[in-house]
């Protein structure tokens, strides 16, 4: 950046926080105007005998009298005046909290007037009054109503969380749970789910249970059956616990067909998201294999060990195994797209530009910066300070790539497919539909919670981005959004990374004869089954899994200040 433009922002910064301070100081002395007023009336009016008694109540403005339909005030008036402001230092962070005092009408106006300024598709929320809803509730329908083409709702992914387990999952790589990704084949009664992965030195490693596990019974309750409303809460209860100290009983059958009983106790678990790095022996060569979960800030130093690995063993090929990575860093994305490729491949090309609303053609509402592409990311990124390292990222200068993919495989992901596409790198998928996530966010925080809401979609150097029914594996490619590929089931009998395990077989079959399987039909995702009237358990483990796990996220990244 040049220093005009980190003049230019800091005159920028610097206009907004006294217009900011100029409008919050209006408001108090418009607060102070209203007390003084009502102070007036009450003693003029307190001895007169011909005077009701109405007549010296001070009038005092009900909270709905701060929303007016459709009139949307400046942001900054609402932000960071919380109903129970936290003090201190954050011990994630180490930042000091800036909150002030205010109420629940302050956060929701804020809320308001943030999602007017930068949601996506903010003239399809309605502005309903404030002070009918909860906090939590009024940002849950402060989002889009309208569906796509294909009758899915256009925003599945609106969401909070608390600031602290935010941070924590992304910042220090922890998970609160067993260690446990699960398989949701079928949410309610006859429900199915299987055991995707287990994190290495989880309790559910310690404990033995292994990829394949199905579940069947958690303490005495017929996982598989029960439509007991009171069962299902202690089902999701025990799925995704809250707290330490608890211990639940989970029965699984093996790929054997045993039945074994597994005692499980919570814990804080560190995430592993790139695992299993390795270069196989084929017809055509070595080719490097890796399978990377998600895309979390410490996922960079062991994919950079992954391609240094594909480098010096000069794999012919690669197989990006992201079939259960969810999303996450964009800038991530863009690195990793980078090692694949190579400098003479991507240089002064774009791997993904954002478009925000019509509000916001040319500067980025949240940084305040004018809108430019995101190029091929080519160094390494120090994720704490958001600045480039001056240490070069090793690369293979593929021209092909193999992903496999699952309806698991959204957004970030997502975006490492569209910006090779949109370079010609070949890309071929093996495995089914990806999600369809061309959108994102910034997480901002206000009061403790941190709020997710879909502000921007990305698009490629060719200028796509509309996959939001997901990309396509098949042979032969008709419609932008199909990619060249083999629909694939995915293999739970066979331990991922293993050359025996259905989808890398397929895909190392498929580079040395260009050949698909026998095709399986696409696998329909859960939430679009159609199952019993009974309830249905959580597919999720939080909030936040449905929203990094599925969301591309954002994050400005610069050069270091000198």
Not at 94 to 113: N, T, Y
Not at 210 to 230: A, M, Q, V, Y
């Amino acid at each position: 950046m040049n220093k005009f433009a980190s003049t230019n922002n800091l005159s920028r910064n610097n206009i907004r926080f006294i217009q900011s301070e100029f409008f919050v100081n209006l408001k108090l002395l418009s607060q102070l105007i209203l007390i003084n007023a009502s102070l007036f009336l009450t003693s003029c009016g307190g001895g007169s005998g011909g005077a009701s008694s109405s007549s010296s109540t001070p009038t005092v403005p009900s909270p709905e009298a701060r929303w007016t339909l459709g009139v949307y005030e400046d942001e900054s008036l609402f932000k960071d005046s919380c109903a129970i402001p936290r003090s201190g230092v954050s011990s994630i962070t180490g930042e000091a909290f800036i909150d002030a005092a205010g109420d629940a009408l302050d956060e929701k106006l804020w809320l308001r007037s943030w999602t007017n300024n930068t949601y996506l598709w903010y003239d399809e929320v309605d502005d309903n009054n404030p002070a009918d809803f909860s906090t939590s509730k009024y940002f849950e329908q402060l989002k889009t109503d309208f569906r796509t083409d294909s009758g899915t709702f256009k925003d599945n992914f609106h969401f909070s969380q608390s600031t602290d387990e935010y941070l924590s999952r992304t910042q220090r790589g922890l998970s609160f749970g067993y260690g446990i990704s699960w398989e949701f084949v079928q949410a309610s009664a006859p429900r199915r789910i299987i055991v995707r992965y287990i994190q290495p030195g989880s309790p559910a490693e310690n404990a033995g249970i292994e990829r394949g596990d199905e579940l069947i019974t958690i303490d005495t309750i017929d996982f598989i059956n029960t439509e007991n409303h009171d069962d299902v809460d202690a089902i999701n209860e025990a799925l995704f616990p809250s707290s330490t100290g608890q211990v639940f009983q989970f029965t699984l059958q093996k790929k054997s067909g045993e039945q074994r009983t597994y005692s499980l106790t919570p814990s804080n678990v560190e995430l592993s998201p790139v695992r299993n790095p390795a270069v196989l022996s084929t017809e055509i060569g070595s080719v490097g294999y890796v399978q990377f979960d998600s895309h979390i800030q410490s996922a960079q130093g062991p994919l950079i060990s992954a391609f240094n690995l594909f480098s010096q063993n000069n794999v012919q090929a690669l197989i990006l195994d992201m079939r259960y990575n969810g999303g996450g860093l964009l800038s991530m994305a863009s690195q990793l797209a980078f090692m694949v490729t190579g400098q003479q491949q991507t240089d002064g090309l774009t791997f993904d530009e954002l478009k925000f609303n019509d509000k916001h053609p040319t500067f980025d509402p949240v940084t305040g910066r004018r809108l430019q592409p995101t190029p091929f990311y080519n160094r390494e990124i120090d994720y704490e300070r958001n600045v480039f390292t001056s240490n070069a990222l090793p690369s293979l200068g593929l021209n092909t790539l193999y992903i496999l993919t699952s309806g698991a495989t959204c957004s970030a992901s997502e975006a490492v497919i569209n910006g090779l596409r949109g370079i010609d790198v070949e890309v071929v998928i093996i495995g089914d539909t990806t999600c369809g996530k061309p959108y994102g966010f910034y997480p901002t925080d206000n009061c403790g919670t941190t709020y997710f809401t879909i502000q921007f979609q990305g698009s490629n150097q060719k200028g796509f981005g509309e996959y939001s029914n997901g990309f396509i594996p098949t042979p032969n490619p008709i419609f932008e959004a199909d990619v060249q590929g083999c629909l694939v089931e995915d293999d739970f009998s066979h331990a991922l990374g293993t050359t025996e395990e259905g989808m890398l077989n397929a895909a190392v079959n498929h580079l040395q004869s260009g050949e698909c399987p026998v095709q399986a039909k696409a696998k329909i995702p859960v939430a679009q089954r159609s199952v019993s009237q009974g309830p249905s358990i959580q597919t999720s483990a939080s909030i936040l899994d449905a929203i990094i796990l599925e969301n591309a996220i954002n994050q400005v990244i610069s050069e270091p200040t000198h």
